[in-house]
């Protein structure tokens, strides 16, 4: 996963309230094993309507309870697959939310009045370490949980994370080895 310290750029204002993971990613599409690819199918039924323009920016700014629904990650993959690094809302649906800082799309949860400055602006920046959004001459602050901004902006997925503790962990199977196993300690039940 990529560090993130500061996303600045264009931003791709999808106006819209209660966009759940099937309208971001329909389910038709759910099929590949691989988090890559995604992109192309992005809103796939509404990409299909007349006067549809999304375009390829950094950040996306839309309305309130983006990613409800149904957990899938598909969703944060596609958004992300798609070029966006950054989603700006007035909030998010808590699995969904979780799901991207997984995979180091950075969501950012700011009141409606700022949201829809940024989408009448048309840009903006998301400085990650000092937790500001700057737009048109403001700069507002945004929460975001400690640990998960550790994660975000020293690029630590599950899996660095886990080999932070590379050490204890070889430590504790040097300290268990020969001893028995959970397959031995199961047996005996």
């Known amino acids: 996963?990529?560090?993130?310290?500061?996303?600045?750029?264009?931003?791709?204002?999808?106006?819209?309230?209660?966009?759940?993971?099937?309208?971001?990613?329909?389910?038709q599409f759910l099929k590949r094993v691989e988090r890559t690819g995604f992109g192309q199918?992005?809103?796939?039924?509404?990409?299909?309507?007349?006067?549809?323009?999304l375009p390829k920016n950094p950040i996306l700014v839309t309305g309130e309870n983006?990613?409800?629904?149904?957990?899938?990650?598909?969703a944060p993959w596609g958004l992300e697959d798609y070029g966006f690094k950054a989603i700006i809302a007035p909030s998010f649906a808590d699995i969904f939310y979780s799901n991207c800082t997984k995979i180091g799309l950075?969501?950012?949860?700011?009141?409606?009045?700022?949201?829809?400055?940024?989408?009448?602006?048309?840009?903006?920046?998301i400085d990650l370490p000092a937790k500001v959004v700057r737009y048109a001459g403001t700069e507002v602050p945004f929460e975001i949980d400690d640990e998960v901004h550790h994660r975000l902006v020293?690029?630590?997925?599950?899996?660095?994370?886990t080999l932070q503790q590379e050490d204890a962990i070889a430590a504790y199977e040097a300290a268990h080895q020969g001893g028995p196993n959970t397959l031995e300690l199961a047996g005996r039940a």
């Open 1 to 27: 996963m990529e560090k993130i310290t500061t996303i600045r750029g264009r931003v791709s204002v999808l106006d819209r309230d209660d966009v759940d993971t099937d309208q971001i990613m329909p389910k």
């Open 41 to 53: 199918f992005l809103f796939y039924d509404w990409a299909q309507e007349p006067g549809w323009d």
């Open 66 to 74: 983006f990613g409800c629904g149904s957990s899938r990650e598909h």
């Open 106 to 125: 950075l969501p950012v949860v700011l009141p409606r009045e700022h949201v829809r400055a940024i989408m009448e602006a048309g840009e903006c920046e």
């Open 154 to 161: 020293n690029g630590l997925d599950d899996i660095a994370l």
